[in-house]
């Protein structure tokens, strides 16, 4: 559930940025298929590539962080 819930935000996001998968796999230096199991929600990015993803959208890792629902 919680894989889910990042990547939606960083599909909406990349996507909002104009990247496609590919484009966004090569500049962060990984395979597109784990691009798409993250954000189809099988994996978690590690912290890493959270940062390196936010460094490359131009956001913080805070607004990538999914909310905590109540």
């Given at each position: 559930?919680?894989?889910?819930?990042?990547?939606?935000?960083?599909?909406?996001?990349?996507?909002?940025?104009?990247?496609?998968?590919?484009?966004?796999?090569?500049?962060?230096?990984?395979s597109?298929?784990?691009?798409?199991?993250?954000?189809?929600?099988?994996?978690?990015?590690?912290?890493?590539?959270?940062?390196?993803?936010?460094?490359?959208?131009n956001?913080?890792?805070?607004?990538l962080?999914?909310?905590?629902?109540?």
């Amino acid at each position: 559930m919680e894989a889910e819930k990042w990547g939606r935000r960083i599909r909406a996001y990349r996507k909002l940025k104009g990247y496609t998968q590919e484009s966004f796999a090569k500049v962060l230096g990984v395979s597109v298929s784990i691009i798409g199991e993250i954000e189809r929600g099988n994996r978690l990015p590690t912290g890493d590539l959270l940062v390196r993803i936010g460094q490359t959208l131009n956001i913080s890792v805070e607004e990538l962080t999914p909310s905590k629902e109540k």
